[in-house]
Structures are given as structure tokens and as C-alpha cells.
């Protein structure tokens, strides 16, 4: 087999006529990314692949920017003032290094699919190589919405603070593009009772929705004023950044105590934490439930773990990494509150810990509900899971204890406009696996069953899941 060939991880038979007959042409729903909105309406062309690839502004990828750290590139060459060519340079050097890292193929596929480069990357032939992505780029067929075309791309949900106006969405929307691009509606900074800039942050909350804030009920008020508007913008989902302090039990009245001591500067204990955020939960999980909006959970990430390089660069700058801690029983409350409200809205669990996959399974098998199939969902495997080994494991988990067919399938979670071969990687992932089904005996020779989950896992579900 040769170098992302076509039959690249396809290993037997029936993943290849299930790859090519099923899952190859289908569209893409991205339903969780962070590309920019105003970007899409101006149809931006990239006139330089590192900026695409590398660095500027909300494109920093730090998936590239790990490995080159890890192989001593200097900092000016990844994030910082260096032209684009020698940051490219410095990435045609670390690349070849890092054989079995998914990133050499992401790249490889992207140098692939959108510029038609075959050949491998290296220190010999990078400036060939920088000069054809770049004189691509500089033309019409390279803008952002033909890149999108290009990979066939029908919706994609980008990541919005509340306080957003949405200018972008609104523009794209009465532009008559016909990529919907779809706003989700992710409230960290309203949870984050213990982070610096909440005060603040709850200022320009009730500046936007006018609501004057003062209490648990003023704050839940005015995050329903803004959920309504994303929904009229098109909002089929939220998002939720969650760390190890997700519930215990607590009223309005003591919330509102909690919330009067951070405003006023003081401390609050690890208990008090959790009281503010499982009340919140609670309040937008029923309201995302009465919208049919859909609530993802991003569970597990330990953040901006090296302070130097946080105070030098900032958070979201590869600085990150996987955590652990006893948030299941707590996550347990959160649902099990809503489902005896009768509130409990489509909920996706993602986990940055694949230990903690057959647990969220199991957790959420308790929360199925009648009615279309795939009301609970674990999400894709997620940011250091992105990779063969870790998609292969979250698939074999959800079989083992979930329902693999209603899977709603792949994201990029990416801030780059060329990251949508990953799609086609995962999809080769799945009809891989679900061949070896066949190929040993554990499920039969059913082309027309297997190729309609092949479709629904790449597309169908994810359409009607998030209508």
C-alpha cells in the first residue's frame, strides 16, 4: 500500500466498496468549530498558506504547534514575528519527525485535497511546495466559501459567546449563501464564577440583552434573552466547557448568595462553585430543552497549564492538556435533576479522557428517551483523541455499550477552513471497522443495511439530530 493511497486504511473488501459506494460523497455537517463568521460573509482569500495553516489571529492551530515545540523550534517561528515562509520552513522540518502523529496525515490529506499536492513534505522541497499553496490561494476557487464547497460542506456551527451580536451570521444569512452557517450558543463566561472577569463579563451580559443583573434569576433572564436571539439566528446547538466542578445541590436563594460574594471580590469555596454552576445547568439544560437546542458537554480539559508561557501568549495556545478528576456523580445530578423535570434536552457528552468513555456511556444509556432514536449521544472522539486509535476506541465503546447506527459522527473542532479531509478520515475509520465486522463473522454480508449506517453516521444523523 502506498502513502494515503486510495485504499488508505481500508483494509478489507466491504470497507472499500463501503468507503466509495456510501460514504464518500456524502456532505458534511460540522456541528461543533470555531471558524470566523466574518471571514465566511467576506469570502476572504488566505494569500499565504501559513497563515492558514499556522498562525494569525483565530487560526493559530495548535495541534502544529505542539509538535514544533516538541522539536525545538523557537517560539518567533511558531507563533511569533517570523515571515510566513520561514514559519512554513520550520514546519517542513518538524514534519518528517513525527512519523505516527495524525498531523502528518491532516496535513498530508490537506496538501492533498485542496491543492492538489501528492508528494510528502520535507525541508527539500518546501519553498516548491509554499509557492503552489500560495498561488492557489490567491485565486477565486482558493476563496473561503469555494473551500467549503470543494469538501462539500452543507452546515457548519461555529462557537459564540452570548454577548455576540451575531453581525456575521445575520449578513451570511441575508447573503443567500447556501452553506448554512449556524451560530451555538456557548455560555463559559457566564458559568465561570471563579474566573478573573466574571464581574465584568456580567456587566456587558446585561448591557447586550438589557437586563439589569442582581441576582441568580436576572442572570438566568438574561442568558434566555440571549438564547432566544441565537435561536432566531438559527441556533440548533450550546456548548459547554466543563471542568471537575459541575453540581451540588442549592436554591435560588443561596445561589444569589454565592453569586453577591464573587461580585463583591470574595472567595468562594469549592462547594459554592459547584452550586452556582449545577443551578445554571439545570436552568439552561430545561430552557435549551423547551427550543429543542441541543446541549453539548466538553468535559475534562486541564487549561494553560505552563503560567510563563500563559502570561507570554495567552490562553488557547497549545498549552492545554488531558484531565481526570470525580466529576461523574456530579455530571449524574445534572441529568438526573433535568429528566425528573422532564427537561432533559439532546445532550452530546465528549470526554478529553478516553478512559472515561464506556463510564459516559453507560451513564447515558440511563437517559434515552422514547421518540427518535439517539436522544443521548457520545460525541467524536475529542482534540488528543482525534486520531486513528482514539476514533477506533470511542467506536468500539459506543458498540459495546451504546448504539453505534444512531451515532451523530465527526467534527473538526478546528479554527482552520482546510480542515474538512478529516471528515474523509474518519469516515474511512468507520466503513474500516465496520468491514472487519463483516470480514469476522460478526455481523453479516448486508451491503444495503451497512451502507445506510455508513450515510447516517456521516450525515443523516447529525441532520436530524440537530434538525
Given at each position: ?25 456524502m ?20 494569500d ?56 502528518y ?36 476557487e ?31 444569512k ?21 474566573k ?17 443583573i ?104 497549545g ?62 472522539a ?28 465527526m ?12 471528515h ?33 453516521i ?5 441532520l436530524?439530530?440537530?434538525?
Amino acid at each position: 500500500m502506498n502513502f494515503l493511497d486510495d485504499r488508505y486504511m481500508l483494509n478489507n473488501e466491504v470497507a472499500e466498496k463501503l468507503f466509495f459506494e456510501h460514504a464518500k460523497d456524502m456532505p458534511i455537517y460540522d456541528f461543533h468549530n470555531h471558524l470566523n463568521p466574518k471571514e465566511i460573509y467576506e469570502d476572504r482569500n488566505f494569500d499565504d498558506i501559513s497563515k492558514i495553516w499556522l498562525n494569525e489571529g483565530n487560526y493559530g492551530d495548535h495541534y502544529k504547534w505542539r509538535l514544533m515545540r516538541a522539536c525545538g523550534v523557537e517560539e518567533e517561528k511558531i507563533t511569533g514575528n517570523a515571515s510566513g515562509f520561514e514559519k512554513f520552513k520550520a514546519y517542513s522540518e518538524t514534519l518528517p519527525k513525527v512519523i505516527g502523529n495524525p498531523v502528518y496525515t491532516f496535513s498530508h490529506m490537506e496538501l492533498k485535497r485542496y491543492f492538489g499536492i501528492d508528494e510528502s513534505l520535507t525541508p527539500d522541497n518546501c519553498e516548491k511546495v509554499y509557492e503552489r499553496c500560495n498561488e492557489l490561494l490567491k485565486t477565486k476557487e482558493f476563496s473561503v466559501r469555494n473551500l467549503l464547497r470543494k469538501m462539500n460542506v452543507k452546515t457548519l456551527c461555529t462557537t459564540d459567546d452570548p454577548i455576540d451580536d451575531l453581525k456575521w451570521h445575520k449578513l451570511i444569512k441575508e447573503d443567500g449563501f447556501e452553506i448554512r452557517v449556524l451560530p451555538s450558543y456557548r455560555p463559559d463566561k457566564a458559568f465561570n464564577i471563579d474566573k478573573e472577569g466574571y464581574k465584568e463579563y456580567l456587566k456587558q451580559l446585561s448591557d447586550v440583552s438589557s437586563v439589569e443583573i442582581t441576582d441568580v434569576a436576572t442572570l438566568v433572564k438574561a442568558l434566555e434573552k440571549r438564547l432566544d436571539y441565537f435561536v432566531e439566528m438559527g441556533c440548533a446547538g450550546s456548548d459547554h466547557a466543563v471542568d471537575g466542578n459541575i453540581y451540588e445541590e442549592a436554591d435560588e436563594a443561596a445561589v444569589t448568595a454565592i453569586m453577591k460574594k464573587a461580585l463583591n471580590g470574595e472567595t468562594l469555596t469549592t462547594k459554592e462553585v459547584r452550586q452556582y454552576k449545577g443551578y445554571l445547568y439545570v436552568q439552561m439544560g430545561e430552557r435549551y430543552y423547551k427550543r429543542n437546542v441541543v446541549m453539548q458537554l466538553h468535559i475534562g480539559a486541564m487549561r494553560n497549564n505552563s503560567t510563563r508561557s500563559f502570561r507570554i501568549l495567552g490562553a488557547d495556545t497549545g498549552y492545554d492538556s488531558i484531565g481526570s478528576g470525580d466529576y461523574l456523580g456530579q455530571l449524574q445530578k445534572v441529568l438526573d435533576q433535568l429528566d425528573l423535570n422532564e427537561c432533559l434536552p439532546k445532550t452530546i457528552l465528549y470526554s478529553l479522557s478516553a478512559n472515561d468513555n464506556d463510564a459516559l456511556i453507560t451513564l447515558m444509556q440511563c437517559f434515552q428517551k422514547p421518540g427518535p432514536p439517539g436522544h443521548m449521544q457520545y460525541g467524536s472522539a475529542w482534540w488528543f483523541n482525534d486520531h486513528k486509535t482514539g476514533i477506533e476506541k470511542q467506536l468500539n465503546d459506543l458498540a459495546d455499550n451504546g448504539v453505534l447506527s444512531t451515532f451523530v459522527g465527526m467534527l473538526t473542532d478546528s479554527r482552520s477552513f482546510l480542515s474538512f479531509s478529516r471528515h474523509e478520515y474518519f469516515r474511512r475509520i468507520l466503513c474500516n471497522k465496520l468491514g472487519t465486522y463483516v470480514e469476522n463473522g460478526d455481523y453479516p454480508y448486508d451491503l444495503e443495511t451497512l451502507g445506510k449506517i455508513v450515510e447516517d453516521i456521516s450525515y443523516n444523523n447529525a441532520l436530524h439530530y440537530f434538525g
